[in-house]
């Protein structure tokens, strides 16, 4: 597994578990709030229910499952029906990581809870305290990492979606940049006076960094790999503040 390297039949299934329900309301998410903005189409498409199975993407499931990332379901959006296609394109983009980080945040207070009323439960050898520990701790760590994996902005994350909705129309005239931006970060401040399309127009080259990420990721050494600056470590540092510690 790319991230965490356990192969071990526990694990396995304490992660296929968490990450139905991660994947499936991450997809639902998206849907209620596109739903909420005004765009009938997941309703249409019978997207609008919390039932995982309707909206999970068993390929990408199972790449997630045994390497640790894969391709998550799409739910059909139309934002030119929406009350604001602008932000209500952000929200519902921004609704699935959102939806991830509040189940990882659920799974760390549910195992504080159980630690605190029952610490034998994970204290003992047995196979159901060694399920549960897996379950919790999977349950932060691979929502977490769904939470920062979507948030890249790169195409088709919903970070990139959500990066051609805070852009400006129609680009940003010079003398509106902050004069730091100005003077010390060229490139940022003619990025942008580009208006939003330039960054639509731009999807493939990003799709293309976002693959050319993941190969490299396997073939650098950890220390060296880009996945371990944009994944791994923010997935961690997250996770360790929201993961219960037996003990104390």
């Known amino acids: ?13 304490a992660i296929g578990i968490v990450l ?20 009938p189409t997941p309703r249409q498409h ?10 999970i993407n068993w390929v990408g499931w199972l790449m997630f499952v045994l ?15 929406m009350r604001d296609p602008r932000w209500g394109s952000f929200w519902t983009s921004f609704a699935g990581p959102l939806s991830n980080l509040a189940q990882a945040i659920i799974f760390g207070i549910v195992g504080r809870l159980l630690i ?6 994970f204290l003992a050898t047995g196979m159901f305290g060694e399920f549960m520990w897996s379950l919790i701790v999977y349950g932060v760590l691979f929502n977490v990492l769904l939470f920062v994996f979507n948030l890249l902005p790169l ?14 129309g129609n680009g940003i005239n010079w003398k509106e940049i902050p004069a730091f931006i100005r003077q010390n970060m060229p490139p940022l401040a003619g990025f942008l006076q580009r208006p939003a399309y330039k960054w639509s127009e731009w999807a493939q080259l990003t799709q293309y960094a976002f693959f050319f990420v993941l190969i490299i990721g396997f073939v650098l050494p950890p ?8 994944l791994t470590a923010p997935t961690r540092n997250i996770s360790t503040l929201i993961l219960p510690i037996i003990g104390g």
Do not use: C, K
């Open 1 to 13: 597994m790319l991230l965490f390297g356990n192969f071990d039949p526990i694990a396995l299934i």
């Open 20 to 39: 139905f329900f991660g994947m499936g309301w991450h997809e639902y998410a998206h849907a209620v709030v596109a739903d909420w903005w005004g765009d």
């Open 46 to 55: 019978g997207r609008l229910t919390p039932n995982p199975i309707v909206h």
């Open 67 to 81: 390497v640790g990332f894969g391709i998550l379901g799409s739910v059909p959006v139309n934002t030119r029906q």
């Open 116 to 121: 605190a009323l029952s610490p034998e439960l």
């Open 155 to 168: 195409f088709p994350m919903d970070g990139w979606h959500m990066m051609l909705a805070v852009l400006p």
């Open 223 to 230: 220390q060296l790999s880009p996945l371990n600056f944009l």
